[in-house]
């Protein structure tokens, strides 16, 4: 029965899941894209990582402001840190393997 009483909600692990989705959605459309790319007739779709890179790059700077307001709620209420911990090391990483594609290091 429900009484009109909301229950307590955990939004520190609500945003840390949410930092880990949108990186990781970024590096699903490019894998999708390199994917597709194997195929010999698809090969000219290679052009799109141009404008798909700096996508995933701004979807990653996402990922970090959702993973340390996270961390900063889970501080506040005494919350586990381990999921916005984890979206920031996946944001983070896909910072580094974006900017080596955008300076041309990969």
């Known amino acids: 029965v429900f009484c009109g009483v909301m229950p307590v909600t955990n939004s520190a692990s609500g945003l840390g ?7 990781a959605s970024g590096l699903v459309l490019v894998g999708v894209m390199i994917l597709i790319s194997l195929i010999p007739e698809m090969q000219a779709i290679l052009w799109l990582l ?15 402001v959702l993973g340390l307001i996270g961390i900063i709620l889970a501080i506040r209420r005494q919350q586990s840190v381990v999921l916005p911990v984890i979206g920031i090391v996946l944001s983070l990483a896909v910072l580094v393997v974006g900017g080596g594609f955008i300076s041309g290091s990969f």
Request: hydrophobic fraction near 75%; avoid cysteine.
């Open 50 to 64: 141009i404008v798909v890179i700096p996508g995933v790059i701004i979807l990653a700077l996402v990922g970090i």
């Open 17 to 23: 899941i949410a930092s880990i989705i949108v990186t």
